[in-house]
């Protein structure tokens, strides 16, 4: 069984950083960051493997985002520069076995934090 805990959201102001955190306990093979903002569908933000360097980024983060993995404390991270009104959300990390950007594949959840950028 695979936990996720979230943390480093917050309310900031467009322009502003933050970085999310997620600690992983149990083995994992490919971590993600997803977003869901009120009356929208969950997106994908980014994802990476644990094993490897190859990462993924929807086009509306890239530049922006950045996404980097602890093996030693197992927790994954979220950059996120540049913020804007529109990535106002509640982020999720998930954990899957096949690198992926659909969020259906993905077997573990986080509780999500929430993110908020005002303008």
């Known amino acids: 069984q695979v936990q996720l805990v979230e943390s480093g959201g917050g309310l900031v102001q467009a322009g502003d950083s933050l970085r999310l955190s997620c600690a992983a306990s149990g083995r994992t093979f490919s971590m993600g960051w997803f977003r869901q903002a009120p009356g929208k569908e969950r997106e994908f933000v980014a994802a990476?493997?644990?094993?490897?360097?190859?990462?993924y980024y929807a086009d509306s983060v890239k530049g922006r985002f950045t996404i980097s993995k602890d093996n030693a404390k197992n927790t994954m991270y979220l950059q996120m520069n540049n913020l804007k009104p529109e990535d106002t959300a509640v982020y999720y990390c998930?954990?899957?076995?096949?690198?992926?950007?659909?969020?259906?594949?993905?077997?573990?959840w986080g509780q999500g934090t929430q993110v908020t950028v005002s303008s």
């Open positions: 990476t493997r644990w094993s490897a360097s190859t990462t």
């Open positions: 998930a954990a899957t076995q096949t690198l992926t950007t659909s969020w259906s594949s993905y077997d573990y």
